[in-house]
């Protein structure tokens, strides 16, 4: 079952105190950016956040799961309306992924 976009806009308008929210469809489901730093994805209507070692350190309850068949864990948000938590989650993440390299442009 593919994410419907309601749910994906609802997510993003959660993050947005942490910064510039983004999301792509990727796959029929989407991924998400902060600040253009891919950190999460979004599938089967389920909110799922990259794992750093800082993010266990803060947020160790958390419960892990495969976003899909095949992928690597992922942190699960179940409480999507905990703003408070998704948004230190995403500033917790995205400072400890490096930031997206500039592309290099072809002459």
């Known amino acids: 079952m593919a994410s419907t976009l309601g ?4 997510v993003a308008e959660q993050l947005q105190d942490a910064g510039k929210i983004t999301y792509r469809r990727m796959f029929g489901e989407y991924g998400l950016y902060c600040n253009g730093i891919f950190f999460s994805v979004v599938c089967d209507d389920q ?11 803060a947020f160790p309850y958390l ?11 992922y942190f699960l948000v179940e409480d999507i309306d905990d703003r408070e938590l998704m948004e230190k989650l995403a500033k917790v993440t ?7 390299k500039p592309k290099k442009r072809r002459d």
Do not use: H, M, W
Not at 7 to 10: E, P, Q, S
Not at 65 to 72: D, I, Q, T, V
Not at 94 to 100: I, K, N, R
């Open 47 to 57: 909110f799922f956040v990259k794992i750093t070692s800082e993010g266990e350190n």
């Open 94 to 100: 995205c400072s400890a992924l490096q930031t997206p």
């Open 7 to 10: 749910f994906v806009k609802y």
């Open 63 to 73: 419960p892990k799961s495969p976003p899909y068949k095949g992928a690597r864990d």
